[in-house]
């Protein structure tokens, strides 16, 4: 698996819409690493001139029977332009079964993530309530199924996802 500074590149190209950029296409994104915190990487990334604040993270431990994964990454982004705010989002290294959803639980609070492509999202509605629990949560699990059917479990921990947020938060102007 890349290295999260790495991704940070490939997960510029995915935010900015354009899933298939190669890395140092979307590295013209300017991307800059503001910390790392235990699990959690906090980024700021202009977009054509607009601020994006995003922390991802890698899973702790990924299972499933495949063969072949590509990388796996959990999101929140802020996009202030466009008054976008907590956006969850999993990125799960393959292609979603289509019209599957993604089960996602917070040590023991659950919810349903829609898929489309090699990423899943929470409704608008939720995704504060996800980030909440995440905040005081010690562990996030994943659980999605592949288009080849193969079922797959993430584990995230949630260890400095906090102190992520209020780093991005702080970057992007916005308030708890």
């Not at 296409?25 to 300017?30: K, L, R, S, T």
């Not at 990125?91 to 899943?120: C, H, I, K, N, W």
Request: hydrophobic share 35%; net charge positive.
């Amino acid at each position: 698996m890349r290295s999260l500074k790495t991704a940070a590149c490939v997960l510029a190209g995915v935010l900015a819409g354009g899933a298939g950029l190669a890395p140092h296409e979307a590295g013209a994104q300017q991307i800059s690493t503001l910390g790392v915190y235990n699990n959690w990487t906090a980024f700021l990334m202009m977009e054509n001139n607009q601020k994006v604040c995003y922390i991802a993270s890698s899973p702790t431990k990924d299972e499933g029977n495949y063969t072949r994964r590509g990388d796996i990454y959990a999101l929140v982004t802020h996009r202030p332009a466009d008054k976008q705010y907590y956006v969850v989002t999993i990125y799960a290294g393959y292609a979603y079964r289509p019209g599957s959803p993604v089960q996602l639980s917070v040590d023991q609070t659950g919810f349903e993530l829609f898929t489309e492509g090699e990423s899943a999202w929470a409704p608008n509605d939720m995704d504060k309530r996800i980030v909440q629990a995440m905040r005081k949560g010690n562990a996030m699990v994943v659980r999605g199924t592949s288009s080849r059917g193969t079922a797959t479990k993430d584990t995230y921990s949630l260890r400095g996802v906090s102190a992520a947020l209020s780093k991005i938060n702080e970057a992007c102007g916005v308030s708890n």
